[in-house]
Each structure stands twice: as structure tokens, then as C-alpha cells.
């Protein structure tokens, strides 16, 4: 939408004299641009070479990725099985919602509709803030496994959640870094937890002392604040279902199956045995030798039949993930994927069996936090940005003739939003 040539209101405008000029215009006309037009096509061009070298930055580390995936492919395949593509996809979807809303509201800037443009404003920051909230989780719970760039790599299969002790005594962990790691969610959720509290104690002071623009401030942006929670508890739901075998559910699924389920077997067999059909004895017996071979081959040793046990339950997404991944590691490791090297044409002459090792794996995590946490970083800068189009809304700043910082910050916000969009299969989806 094109901005007037010429100014017309004279209700906002304003004789300037602090910059020494005797020409009226609206106070949000800078003086030194002659239309609105023209303003709005400056910053049009700016944001336009802004972005470009935001392209170019991420440019060098697909290119990064491009270059380590090519020469280890092998890596890349079993590392990213650690990725819970449901948190995944959950972001990816709360960002294209964001999109929506904050294309939404550069048309309400455009038709000075001013409280639907605040509520749009608002909702696309919750949405920024529930997509850090998700990653919290996603974040805290690769620390606390090790799952780190070379240097700090310590994954285990056979101990994927270690103590804090255990960091420091068998790990070299200094006691404060081993804290950090295994209480890595407390730490990233402190800061927004102080900025929920600020937040309400601001909306309390302002309707106490009658403030009401501070008061309408403070509205939005607590429910912006409380939606990280909200967005944590979204990504403790997912990744829930990888840490009950650590639990209670699974003391209770291996007693089932060491004892009920086994009792029940037993006495199948026995039937079976005393009416002489014998292909139902064989199939126990092909299931018991299963069960125990896949005993012998998992890390996680005896937990393994109730983590299996407990996979097979749809609901359970994230211990079927788990038991996909360990799956996937040990028959890496054994070399039954690539038993070959030779044959590989990845352009490299070898490659070594095990991918779990800090200089592999770790390359791996080091590409993802690098890629994953410059998002992040300008997510943080884009809901700097909103917050501060949150309040200029609130302050009906936007009007049909100018509107271009909203616009300017959708196309920023675009951006980010595309770039995510090809680190979600680059990194979680293609296998």
C-alpha cells in the first residue's frame, strides 16, 4: 500500500523549530524527507538491504552444513535422531501462525484499526514467546544428556542422565558447570520468570496510581510474558514421554513384564504345550530369544523390555523416539547401516563405525546450537522490536499514511520466520 505525496493533516503537525526548519509537517514525517512517500520508500530500501545481509549471514552456515553433511552423512543420520520432531513441527507451526498475525496487523496499521492492531501485535509476541519456551525444553533436555559440541560432548546410552557428581567425577566438570547442566531449565527460564514479575508488579502500580497508557502497556505484554510458561509447559508435554522410563510407570511396566507378562507367557506356553500345538510354543520361544537379544545389544540393559514395552503405546511418542534412536545408534555402531566404507561415495575414503563420540556427534550438535541459536538470537531481537511496535499501537502512533515500521518489521519478521522453516527438515526431517 503507497503512502500519500502530500501531507494533509494539520491537526499533528507541528511548527519545529529545535532543528532549525519553518515548515510544518506531522510529527512522524522526519524533516528531512519532503513526503511520506518518500520516507516510506527509504525505509522500505533499508530493511530490504538489511535483510539481504541477514541472508548472507545464514547463508555461510547452510553452507557449513552443507559441507559437514557431505563429508559425514552417516553422522548427520544418527545424531538427528536425538531431535524430538514433534517440538519440531509444534515450532514450526507456531511460527507460521506468527506470520499470519503480523501480516494481519500490517493491514490493520494501514486502516487504523488500532485495538485490532494491538491484539495481533500481542498475539505474534506470545507466539515468539512460546517458541522460546518450547526450545527451553528442547535445550535443557540435550544438555543435561550431554548431547554438546566437541569439548563438552558426554552422551552416554548406558547413563543419558548422570548426576551432577557423576559430571564432576567422571566427566572433568567443574561442580558450577555440572549444576548448570543438570539444572540447565531453571536458568533459562529465570530471566523471563523476573520479567513476568516486573511485568505484573508494573500492571499493578500503573491501575493502582491511574496510569492508564502504562496500565494498557502492561496488559498485553504480561500475557506475552506468561506465554514462555506456557510454551515450557507445551514442550514438557512432548518431551515427556521420553522421561518416564526413568519412573515410576516403568518400575511399573518392567514388573509387568518380568512378571504378570512373563507369567502369562509361561502359562501360554503350558497350554499350548498340553494341546500339542507347537507353532504357538515356537512363536514364545522366537519372542523370549528376541526379547533377549535385544536385551544383550540395548545400553540401557534391563530397562529396555519396559522402555520397548512402553513404545508400544501410541501415546508414548517420545519413548518410541527413544527406543528408534537407540536403535539406530547401536546398529550405526555395529556397522549394520553402512557396513561398507568403500562403497560409500560420500567423497571421503573411510568411515568409522561409531558416530557417538565428541568429535563426530559433537560436530553435529556444535552445527545445531550454531544454527538454532542464532534464530533464537533474533527472535529475541525481533520480540525487542514488537514490543516496542506494541507500545507506538497503544500510543495509535500508525496511521494510513504511516505505517511503515510495521511493515518494515513483518518483512524482518518473515525473514525469521523462512529461515526456520528450512532448519526444521534440514536438521529434524531429512534422514
Not at 43 to 58: D, P, Q, S, Y
Not at 205 to 234: E, H, M, N, R, W
Request: glycine share 8%.
Amino acid at each position: 500500500m503507497a503512502t500519500i505525496d502530500s501531507v494533509s493533516s494539520s491537526t499533528d503537525a507541528h511548527a519545529d523549530d529545535s532543528h532549525g526548519h519553518d515548515h510544518d509537517h506531522p510529527s512522524w514525517l522526519a524533516h528531512h524527507f519532503e513526503t511520506p512517500e518518500q520516507q516510506f520508500d527509504s525505509g522500505k530500501l533499508g530493511i530490504w538491504l538489511f535483510l539481504v545481509t541477514e541472508i548472507l549471514f545464514f547463508s555461510g552456515m547452510f553452507c557449513a552444513y552443507a559441507i559437514f553433511r557431505m563429508l559425514r552423512p552417516d553422522v548427520f543420520v544418527g545424531c538427528s535422531e536425538f531431535l524430538n520432531t514433534k517440538l519440531g513441527a509444534i515450532n514450526t507451526g507456531v511460527l507460521l501462525f506468527s506470520s499470519l498475525t503480523m501480516a494481519w496487523a500490517v493491514r490493520c496499521s494501514q486502516t487504523e484499526e488500532h485495538k485490532k492492531l494491538v491484539a495481533l501485535i500481542a498475539t505474534t509476541l506470545s507466539c515468539a514467546m512460546v517458541f522460546l519456551g518450547v526450545k527451553s525444553i528442547e535445550y535443557s533436555h540435550k544438555w543435561g544428556m550431554g548431547l554438546l559440541p566437541p569439548g563438552s560432548y558426554f552422551y552416554s546410552a548406558a547413563n543419558e542422565h548422570p548426576t551432577a557428581n557423576q559430571l564432576v567425577e567422571q566427566h572433568g566438570f567443574s561442580e558450577s558447570m555440572a549444576y548448570f547442566l543438570t539444572h540447565s531449565l531453571y536458568f533459562l527460564c529465570a530471566p523471563f520468570a523476573v520479567i513476568a514479575a516486573g511485568v505484573f508488579v508494573w500492571l499493578v502500580i500503573s491501575k493502582l496510581t491511574g496510569k492508564d497508557f502504562q496500565y494498557a502497556c502492561a496488559k498485553p505484554l504480561l500475557v506475552v510474558a506468561l506465554s514462555f510458561f506456557g510454551g515450557v509447559g507445551l514442550g514438557t508435554l512432548l518431551e515427556s514421554g521420553g522421561e518416564h522410563h526413568d519412573g515410576e510407570h516403568v518400575a511399573a511396566a518392567g514388573d509387568h513384564a518380568d512378571g504378570a507378562h512373563g507369567e502369562e507367557h509361561a502359562e501360554h506356553a503350558g497350554e499350548d504345550h498340553d494341546e500339542t500345538d507347537h507353532s504357538h510354543v515356537v512363536a514364545a520361544g522366537d519372542h523370549s530369544a528376541e526379547s533377549e537379544s535385544a536385551m544383550v545389544e540395548t545400553p540401557l540393559g534391563d530397562d529396555y523390555a519396559a522402555v520397548k514395552l512402553l513404545a508400544e503405546n501410541e501415546t508414548n511418542t517420545g519413548l518410541k523416539d527413544l527406543v528408534v534412536a537407540e536403535q539406530t545408534q547401536q546398529s550405526i555402531a555395529e556397522g549394520k547401516v553402512l557396513t561398507d566404507p568403500s562403497a560409500s561415495d560420500a567423497g571421503i575414503s573411510t568411515i568409522e563405525g561409531d558416530v557417538n563420540t565428541p568429535r563426530q556427534a559433537g560436530v553435529f550438535f556444535g552445527i545445531y546450537y550454531c544454527m538454532t541459536g542464532v534464530h533464537a538470537i533474533h527472535i529475541l531481537a525481533g520480540i525487542g522490536v514488537l514490543v516496542w511496535l506494541l507500545v507506538r499501537a497503544i500510543r495509535q502512533d500508525f496511521n494510513r499514511q504511516y505505517f511503515g515500521p510495521v511493515d518494515y518489521v513483518g518483512l524482518y519478521w518473515h525473514l525469521v520466520d523462512l529461515i526456520w522453516i528450512y532448519l526444521f527438515p534440514l536438521l529434524y526431517l531429512i534422514r
